[in-house]
């Protein structure tokens, strides 16, 4: 599956942005799909992790309860609208896939994923 993610942007702090990550192929269902960000000088962290049809969400504690993750596999899309957003929000957003069914534990470290997309921006203004 080859992926695209876009929809970054410059927010103020308090603010709301949605990502979007276009999937290509037939077998996006299958996917289990994250989302994972890196900011300046900063190692690339866990955001978000949506199993593959029917499953179970899971999200970073800094980011639960204002961010969430949805996915139309009618579309081959999948979504991470962020509500209040802050300052340390700050990074290049990155979707990522994995056609394999690991546990949450890996779901949560990059190398789990074999598939990415080209990253967007997210930058909030304090």
């Known amino acids: 599956v080859q992926l695209q993610a876009s929809g970054g942007g410059l927010v103020q702090a308090g603010g709301s942005l949605r990502l979007s990550c276009a999937a290509s192929?037939?077998?996006?269902?299958?996917?289990?799909m994250g989302w994972f960000r890196q900011a300046p000088g900063k190692e690339r962290e866990f955001v978000a992790a949506?199993?593959?049809?029917?499953?179970?969400?899971y999200y970073a504690d800094s980011v639960k309860g204002r961010f969430t993750l949805s996915r139309d596999n009618a579309k081959n899309t999948v979504y991470l609208q962020m509500n209040s957003l802050k300052p340390e929000d700050t990074a290049v957003y990155y979707c990522a896939g994995t056609n394999s069914d690991y546990e949450l534990r890996l779901l949560r470290v990059a190398p789990a994923y074999n598939a990415w997309g080209q990253g967007t921006l997210v930058t909030v203004s304090s």
């Open positions: 192929g037939r077998t996006f269902s299958m996917y289990t």
């Open positions: 949506s199993r593959r049809s029917g499953g179970s969400t």
